[in-house]
């Protein structure tokens, strides 16, 4: 425990000032963060990221993980973001002829999966930072607030495991508690902030996003317990890696804009 909390500490001391300062530093981050997900999901699926496939997967990562500014002066060559995944995918493509199949079709779908399930969700964490300070935390309140109460409300009343194959600790009542906590909390922030819309189709938006982010924590146990291991990496001593940590986020973010743009239309 005593380790968790220092790491915590020491974690939130060097990612808040980026998350609060914003601009190029933290898109600069948020590809690395990126590109440490995809090391750690490379090193669980016994793929190398300093070998020929690894170095392509680690270009489409970031790829996708760039800001759009980051790649629209490409267009002025007609050149398409799409255009350069679809280089990088004919490439690890085209190495599993020259690699003898020791490098094969699976672990291309692998690596690619890999390189969108982390590239699309750090680039979305800076696009939602570039759209507001206030934006952002209103995600973390929405994924804290889920994680926390439905390990609490899961410990103290949760009695119908919710997918014992995957999370034995996690119930049903521990994931229906999640959301009402999250709505309360994360709702009663927006309503504060004063960021418009109406309370009901709000509340609505808090319970989607907090369904798709345990269905990220969801995910990744799954992808753990395929693999056999017990944490995505060992960069956080005693929280694991940065895949463990974003887990959540990863399925909130990109779909968190959209349905604000939908929520402010409405």
Avoid at 31 to 58: C, D, P, R, W
Avoid at 218 to 243: F, N, Q, W
Wanted: aromatic fraction near 12%; charge should be neutral.
């Amino acid at each position: 425990m005593k380790t968790r909390i220092i790491t915590a500490i020491v974690a939130l001391a060097v990612f808040l000032p980026f998350v609060i300062y914003g601009k190029l530093p933290f898109e600069l981050l948020s590809m690395l963060l990126a590109a440490i997900a995809l090391y750690e999901i490379l090193v669980m699926t016994k793929q190398h990221l300093f070998s020929v496939n690894g170095i392509i997967t680690l270009v489409l990562t970031l790829i996708i993980a760039a800001p759009t500014w980051f790649i629209d002066w490409l267009e002025e060559y007609s050149i398409t973001q799409m255009e350069i995944i679809f280089v990088c995918m004919a490439l690890l493509l085209s190495y599993t002829v020259f690699s003898k199949n020791r490098y094969h079709f699976d672990q291309v779908g692998i690596g690619v999966l890999a390189a969108f399930y982390t590239g699309l969700g750090f680039h979305y964490l800076a696009e939602t930072r570039n759209a507001g300070l206030e934006y952002v935390i209103f995600a973390l309140l929405i994924v804290w607030m889920t994680d926390t109460m439905a390990y609490f409300v899961g410990r103290s009343i949760g009695k119908h495991k919710l997918a014992p194959n995957v999370s034995p600790n996690k119930t049903v009542e521990g994931f229906v508690g999640g959301i009402v906590f999250a709505v309360l909390i994360a709702g009663g922030y927006y309503l504060y902030m004063g960021l418009g819309g109406n309370p009901v189709v709000i509340a609505g938006l808090i319970i989607v996003l907090s369904i798709f982010g345990q269905l990220g924590d969801l995910v990744e146990s799954a992808l753990k317990r395929y693999y056999g291991v017990k944490d995505s990496g060992k960069l956080l001593p005693g929280h694991g890696g940065i895949l463990d940590r974003f887990d959540n986020l990863l399925f909130v973010l990109p779909l968190l804009l959209p349905l604000l743009h939908i929520l402010q239309i409405l």
